[in-house]
Nanobody, 116 residues
Framework: ELLESGGGSVQAGGSLRLSCSFS????????LAWFRQAPGKEREGVAS???????KYEEDVEGRFTISEDKAENTLYLQMNSLKPEDSAIYYC????????????WGQGTLVTVTS
């Protein structure tokens, strides 16, 4: 189960931190990711982090967003700085429980709105 929080409305240039609490991880090798879907657009990957701590970012957010994991709290974070109106979307967290490349579970999403 994954549960996101932290969405909201912010002015361009501002910051938000999204959180995603997760459970049910039994394998030591897994991958967590953030996706987003804007109105009228397809869902796209934003950032991912694997159980070894290796992070990857979509080009448009690199340098502005930071993905991190608190293993003790089973919580995934996405720190979003220098937000732009085009970052507005519903943000979802997802998990690949055994690093198979297939996502096993999704959160319900949290809305981020960036106003100009």
């Amino acid at each position: 189960e994954l549960l996101e929080s932290g969405g909201g409305s912010v002015q361009a240039g501002g910051s938000l931190r999204l959180s995603c609490s997760f459970s049910g991880v039994t394998d030591s090798r897994y991958c967590l990711a953030w996706f987003r879907q804007a109105p009228g657009k397809e869902r796209e990957g934003v950032a991912s982090i694997d159980s070894d701590g290796e992070a990857k970012y979509e080009e448009d957010v690199e340098g502005r967003f930071t993905i991190s994991e608190d293993k003790a709290e089973n919580t995934l974070y996405l720190q979003m700085n220098s937000l732009k109106p085009e970052d507005s979307a519903i943000y979802y967290c997802a998990i690949d429980l055994r690093r198979t490349g297939a996502l096993d579970a999704w959160g319900q999403g949290t809305l981020v709105t960036v106003t100009s």
